[in-house]
């Protein structure tokens, strides 16, 4: 089966921080495969931006042996880096620019993409410079990457001065857990069949699950993540979004903001989490060294090379929404890096039937559940009660309907950075974080952060390729329930 691949327009894509970590993992293999499946005209220029001095030539070499490594067919390698080019250029320093601005007004028809793949203190002086340069016009983009500073103040002074130069729809905030498939597929789930809305309420529903597991540690990345920790990198933006999209009325339409109003709606209804409630609701740790896929694994200080450090690199969460249809319905989420499992996902847990007529107690038959895979195996699965076959008597046995989308089309899902980058050329932003998401995501987390710093507590440690601190479990079993294992 093969779907229909629209064209975009020809277009310039300007990644600065073109050397780093996201541009060479995520963002340029995206974008060989589009181009290896034709979708990306002839005329388009890709362009790496850094401040090494390299050249066109050294840059493409670095990026060929990264996507070598990715198992990219070398015959469709040498199209994809000719239209790929590297220009050395600092945020904070004039020289370049000009000569810079020029190469790119050598394309005036073409869309322009500005994507910030670098550390967000330096998104002002960049949206500045380009606009100095006049390459903030009407056919121009910017993208920045989250975390969108480090709380709302910080966020606030990057959306006001990137707001002085490129306009709201001109700017795509980008998380790309939203341009997952399964993510998508939640709407669709959701909305475009009668089975699941009229029970997805308070009424039938008894609670969420949000988990999105690594078993990476923080790699090269340190510089960077200890700096952020995961309530900001991973919580702020990746699990609240999903539990947005879990948590969402039905909008009118798919129109971007029809989308992102409900959204917003959601972040917030959010009831607080702050003073004493921080170390009631929230779990914290970070990892010692431990196993991770069978290796044995250093902890995160040594990672740091001995340094102290505070950083959590797990977080747990009871969050609640105070609304009609999600009142009193917990939602707990979980993220964390050296887990044992690479495994993202979204569980929804149905309510218990009311009586049992099998003899045995209502609280041992298993709640029915719908588990959204995000990763790594993308798919669905509701696992029901059913007659145990055969025999013997009317025993139940609760059993999954599963399908993997892998399995069920025949197809493997594109990377979320796949869409997502399209959609920003295409100029369709319904995938993308508003200001005021980004606004209130930030409301909610900031007297998280001010609590933790405030108990003067260390987050609590958890052995590598653990599920992180016991107190996690704790978090859920106090509920009388607890976090969902994949084998269920
Ligand atoms: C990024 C975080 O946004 O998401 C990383 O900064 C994390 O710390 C990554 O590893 C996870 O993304 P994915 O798509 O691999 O689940």
Redesign the pocket.
Known sequence: MTATLYKVEPFDLVIFGGTGDLALRKLLPALFHRHADGQIPAASRIIGVAREKLTDDAYRAQLREVLVRKGAEPAKLDAFLAQVDYRPLDARKDDGWEAFAAYIKGQPEHVRVFYMSTSPELYVDICHRLAGHGLNGEGSRVVLE?PIGRDLASANRINDLVGEVFSESQTFRID??LG?ETVQNLLALRFGNALFEPLWNADHIDHVQIT?A?T?GIGR?AGY?DHAGALR??VQ??LLQLLCMVAMEAPASLAPDAVRDEKLKVLRSLKPIAGSGVSQFTVRGQYRAGVAEGQAVPGYAEELNGAKSDTETFVALRAEIENWRWAGVPFYLRTG?RLPQHV?EIVVAFKRVPHSIFGTKVGTLAQDKLVLRL?PDEGVKLSVNIKDPGPGGMRLRHVPLDMSFAEAFGVTQPD?YERLLLDVVRGNPTLFMRRDEVEAAWKWIDPILAGWAASGEAPRPYASGSWGPSASVALIERDGRTWHEDSE
Do not use: G
Request: glycine share 0%.
């Open positions: 989250k790309h857990y997952k999105v690594e990476l990345r993540y990198d991973m933006n990746h890096k993202s990763q979320a």
